[in-house]
């Protein structure tokens, strides 16, 4: 959720409809299948956080306990419809928070769109009866690209059936990794390549990207930044406030 907008208007905020998931689960006819669903606004989650000062942050704060009462609710349709025990639970994010819209990095530096470690690291966790190894993190280097051919192998780990012959991808299978906690595979992230600006003029690749983010590559524990406009340590409203208080 780093990456979300949170609005002026407390109207605008929703709560995942129990009923409407669980009818999502009881009306499938495969194995597998996705569905979306609607959210509904319910006043009190603002109203909770009235002890955070900064609006944009309280706002934050209660989408952030909207979501985690959305998967409660997930969790327990899937329960419900005998399906809990079968099931892969991932949770993920695919980008850093945007300071001004309440998401914080701190202490990573940088924010959302940048390359700095706060606008390309993320946190996820993962939730089933097919790991070997559960309640441990993993610190590893992983990617998102790592997801697809992870997940296509945990289907064959569960005894589905699957292509022998995939089509060749970027990402590495990283369940072992993430099930035992063995070494991950993967060692180096190309986090950006995209020529400058005026590179791209000269060679007639002309971006439609608003600005322009430099390059960088990660390898093991090393980073490359190359060309990468400069960024600050966002730190949150309520740090500032705690340092205010002890001085």
Known sequence: MGHSQPTSSPSKQFKLSRSTILQGLSSCTCRFKMFMIRFKHLKKYIEKYSVIENKT????????????????????????AGLWDN??????????????????????RGQKGSLWEGGVRGVAFVHGPMLKKTGKGCRVVLHSTDWYPTLINSIRVAGGKV??????????DVWETISTG?????????????LAPKEKRYRGMESIDPYYQGAAIRVADMKLLVSCPNS?????????????VSN
């Open 57 to 80: 942050r309280r706002t934050y704060a209660a989408m952030l306990d909207i979501v985690d009462e959305a998967i409660g609710n997930v969790t327990r349709s899937l329960e419900k």
């Open 87 to 108: 099931t892969l639970f991932i949770f993920t994010t695919d980008n850093g928070g945007l300071p001004k819209s309440g998401g914080y990095n701190w202490p990573l």
């Open 163 to 172: 292509d022998n012959n995939p089509v060749p991808v970027d990402g590495f």
């Open 182 to 194: 063995k070494p991950s595979p993967r060692t180096e992230i190309l986090l950006n390549i995209d």
């Open 232 to 244: 600050t340590w966002f730190k949150p409203p309520e740090l500032y406030n705690k340092e205010m």
